[in-house]
């Protein structure tokens, strides 16, 4: 598989080393018009051949799934076990309202009542789920990308490239909640009601014995409805932000900033995704977290009980914890692509067949 989705990304038009050779007049004979030759560029072609040499791997190499995959595992799994107190206050405030009626009210009663060792409950179900997720949302990103990108061609792909980033989203998504399904229903478990179990390894045995396998799956359905939206979302705005960034905000191209640089615009374009995320995917993760403490019950009748004020609640705490732990997965994942020398495509640009048939150039 990995080899001819390999072959498929060195015409991808979001392979970055070829399409910087082909706007720079470097791709090869058919870029230089006939006539006199010019002025020598050896400079620019070493410096062009300095830049692919650097990288560890091909873009759209299996090598470069399998990192990306890692860098998923990493960004994902760290995260979201970092910010399990706040997770934990924000499903209390979900599935118990009248009790934990806000943020900080949420954490007063969970230290009066569980101590400072209680803010850490469901860390264990919350880095395994979290990092297997992480290895499919974002491996599976770059294989959807690489993939609906040839599908569509150069030209169609820049033009739709927000349907593109919203379709491989979509698609990665898909998986990474199957993988993720078992330890969020251990999760929810865990934080939301209070003697049924401490750990992992006391819950996910109870869980089996009361409801079998459906006791795991049963809240694949909403969490799709949940991930799905926030990761299209994830992806997408992250993606346009950075590219309006790059083009409105800082002041010199992407080629010319430092490492960290472009790390500080991968953190803000993060963040920006991240509350957007946030609000779109609010009203499911409440379902999740109130069916994944019931048993016997659905998301409709769940949807039903809480009604639309209900399903709102705890909100603030999500935008915190979202905006948060999105600015951070990013950060660390292209920090991790930094670090293997992975390609780091920059923001797309129109290709110069296209700029011709729109009459930008002769």
Not at 6 to 25: E, K, S, T, W, Y
Not at 139 to 152: A, D, H, I, T
Not at 340 to 362: A, D, I
Request: charge should be positive.
């Amino acid at each position: 598989m990995f080899s001819s989705v390999a072959h498929l990304a060195r015409a991808n038009p979001f392979n970055a080393p070829h399409l910087q050779l082909v706007q720079d007049g470097l791709a090869g004979p058919r870029s230089n018009p006939a006539g006199p030759p010019g002025p020598p560029r050896r400079s620019r072609k070493l410096a062009a051949a300095a830049v692919e040499e650097q990288y560890s791997c091909d873009y759209g190499s299996g090598r470069f799934f399998l990192l990306c995959g890692l860098g998923g595992i990493i960004s994902c799994g760290t995260t979201h076990t970092a910010l399990v107190p706040l997770d934990l206050v924000k499903c209390r405030m979900q599935v118990d309202p009248q009790k934990y009626k806000g943020i900080f009210n949420g954490f007063s009663i969970t230290l009066k009542e569980d101590g400072v060792r209680g803010l850490a409950k469901g860390w264990a179900p919350t880095f395994i789920g979290y990092s297997m997720q992480g290895l499919c949302k974002f491996g599976f990103y770059e294989v959807f990308k690489v993939l609906y990108s040839n599908m569509l061609g150069e030209e169609n792909a820049y033009l739709w490239r927000t349907s593109l980033y919203l379709a491989a989203s979509a698609s990665a998504e898909f998986f990474a909640d199957i993988a993720l399904a078992p330890m969020e229903a251990a999760k929810v478990r865990i934080q939301t009601q209070p003697g049924y179990a401490n750990t992992l390894r006391d819950a996910a045995p109870k869980m089996y014995k009361e409801e079998g396998l459906k006791a795991f799956y049963k809240g694949v359905a909403p969490l799709w409805m949940r991930q799905i939206p926030y990761t299209m979302m994830k992806f997408a705005c992250f993606e346009r932000t950075v590219e309006a960034l790059y083009k409105f905000v800082v002041p010199k191209p992407r080629s010319e900033c430092s490492k960290p640089e472009q790390l500080v615009v991968t953190f803000v374009a993060g963040y920006i995704a991240g509350v957007f995320c946030a609000i779109v995917s609010h009203p499911a993760d409440s379902v999740v977290s109130v069916l994944n403490k019931e048993k016997g019950s659905s998301a409709s009748l769940v949807l039903q009980r809480l009604g639309f004020r209900g399903v709102w609640k705890g909100l603030f705490a999500r935008i915190i914890m979202i905006g948060t732990l999105t600015a951070l997965q990013w950060f660390i994942y292209d920090s991790v692509k930094v670090y293997f020398r992975l390609p780091r495509p920059p923001p797309p640009e129109m290709p110069e067949s296209l700029k011709k048939k729109l009459g930008y150039t002769e």
